[in-house]
């Protein structure tokens, strides 16, 4: 399967502007444009222009007709049977927006606002939404001019679309409510007008086109698939580096043995694993078979990674999807009632990404309690304090950071609890059957962010005992690749000779991850 970390070739131009309109994009795309790694812009293609006007004379036709279409002629949700005068048919769009403005708790990120604008403005590019030309136009300036909407991450069920986090999307739009511009919090209007966009006033459909859809869920799953396919590449230098460290056996990664078990994200990650080992440490093994957190690493890594092809199927086709309701073509005027708002797949599938995702950060706790153990590290110091260290009797090495790694990967797996399982009724029953998938997002980034705190710790464990070793002449070389990831760890977070406060280390560290600065994947 593609493991691509940005966009797919010919989808982003040479100036690293993604175009948006008129054909599909990457669920990698989400994260590019999350880190402002792209631009972007609106299609200038005719034809798909065309097609958005087509959509927007549609809805002007419904209203002329007087025909009777959910949320244009009526109310909304359980309140669809009622029949909206022509006289209030334009306060409707506007009445929806200002409702749903309930949302609480933290306000997103400015990534995950980022891929939530993107994922809203892709879906209504498919032309069968009945928005204007000028709506889409204004969302691509919004995202150009990185104009945020400050978004409440809380009052979502994912059934009827993140209506209520969406609904601060519409508002902006409108030049109401807050954004973040420029590092700063200040009322939509004022920034509308410094970037000389003119306030919306919502035609029919417009409203419910912004909010009934999935575009939090989805925005936040595709940065969640993308750090956590960083993640793979991460964990499988981190084993190869702590196998070195306490000399395992290298054919417990060996090619032969993984073709009879041919799980593809399995047999990737013990071919990665074993293309940095060297042939011999230096250091004689003690022991046949290593503990299960070196020996099966691949078994729990490959889990993740086919877990993630899978789940970039799914993501694909949702960020691609038209997604809210009713939905009309704008050749025929036909309009399609239905639930294309329900988050479902998203759901299921950041269920299932953060289960595996913890299980790769339970996994690298366990390679940890090895490495500090002098009891299972084959010769390397209690809690890998610097042999070089005049105090060394009264220093306690990587003990407390060991202790943070336990506390962190306890609470990643205690959020693997599905949040698909908790669907609830609600809204006088009409929403009786929800997805949740907008929690479950919230939940795998939570676990992402926890598994990644875990793989930071790791890098410098593993640079530690590393280091030790080449202090002790016990090493014979490594691969490049793999001394290119400890130059770009140590830089960061030089070897710890004497007690010393980490925290600002790690997090710099932590940062370093993120961006992508530190080289995982081996070379082609």
């Known amino acids: ?33 999350a880190r402002r790694r792209v631009s972007v812009s609106l299609s200038a293609d005719e034809g798909f222009r065309d097609r958005i006007r087509q959509g ?3 809805v002007s036709e419904i209203i002329a007709s007087g025909r009777q279409v959910y949320g244009i002629s009526t109310g909304f949700g359980d309140s ?6 022509a006289d209030q048919l334009h306060v409707l769009p506007l009445n929806l927006t200002r409702y749903h403005g309930c949302g609480m708790g933290e306000y997103l990120s400015d990534e995950a606002v980022r891929a939530t604008m993107l994922a809203r403005v892709n879906s209504l590019a498919r032309g069968v939404s009945g928005v204007r030309l000028e709506l889409l136009e204004n969302l691509v300036r919004l995202l150009q001019e990185d104009v ?19 609904s601060y999307l519409a508002a902006t739009l409108l030049g109401e409510r807050e954004v973040r511009h420029q590092g700063r919090r200040r009322p939509a209007a004022e920034v509308l007008a410094e970037i000389g966009i003119e306030p919306l006033q919502l035609k029919p459909k417009e409203g419910l086109a912004l909010m009934n859809g999935t575009a939090v869920m989805t925005g936040i799953a595709g940065i969640v698939w993308a750090r956590a396919r960083q993640l793979v ?32 994200g399995q047999s990737r990650s013990a071919a990665a694993i074993r293309q940095v080992l060297p042939e011999h440490t230096g250091v004689p093994g003690v022991r046949l078979q290593d503990r299960y957190s070196i020996r ?11 877990t993630l092809d899978w789940t970039e199927r799914w993501l694909d086709i949702e960020f691609n999807s038209a997604n809210d309701n009713p939905l009309i073509d704008p050749v025929d005027g036909s309009v399609y009632h239905g639930g294309h708002f329900y988050g479902g797949h998203v759901g ?37 304090a610097s042999e070089d260290n005049p105090e060394r009797d009264s220093s306690h090495g990587l003990k407390a950071l060991q202790i943070s790694v336990s506390a962190w990967t306890a609470e990643a797996l205690k959020l693997t609890m599905p949040a698909t399982a908790f669907s609830r009724s609600t809204e006088c029953h009409n929403q009786d059957k929800v997805s949740m998938g907008t929690i479950a997002a919230r939940d795998a980034l939570r676990v992402l962010e926890l598994a990644e705190q875990v793989c930071t710790a790791l890098l410098v464990t593993v640079s530690q005992a590393l280091y030790i070793r080449e202090q002790r002449n016990e090493l014979r070389g490594l691969p490049a690749t793999v001394e290119a990831t400890l130059e770009a760890v140590r830089q960061v977070c030089p070897p710890v000779h004497q007690d010393r406060a980490l925290e600002m280390e790690l997090r710099a560290l932590l940062d370093t991850l993120r961006d992508r600065r530190i080289p995982l994947e081996n070379e082609q």
């Open 296 to 306: 099966c690493a691949p078994h729990v890594i490959g889990v993740l990674d086919d």
């Open 56 to 58: 927007a004379a549609r």
């Open 148 to 166: 945020l909407p400050m978004m409440p991450a809380e009052g979502s069920v994912g059934a009827s679309g993140d209506l209520t986090p969406l």
């Open 1 to 33: 399967m593609n493991q691509r970390l940005d966009p797919v070739p010919g989808q982003v131009s040479s100036g690293g502007v993604l175009e948006i309109g008129g054909r599909d994009l990457a669920v990698a795309s989400l994260d590019a444009v």
């Open 80 to 85: 669809c049977t009622v029949s909206i005068p």
């Open 348 to 384: 299921q599938a950041m269920d299932s990404l953060k289960t595996a995702i913890a299980s790769l950060a339970d996994l690298q706790d366990r390679q940890m309690a090895q490495l500090v153990d002098a009891r299972f590290s084959n010769g390397l110091p209690a809690n890998l």
């Open 233 to 264: 590449h991460a964990a499988n230098r981190i084993t190869a580096m702590a196998s070195t460290a306490m000399a395992g056996n290298a054919d417990h990664f060996h090619p032969e043995l993984f073709a009879m078990k041919p799980h593809p």
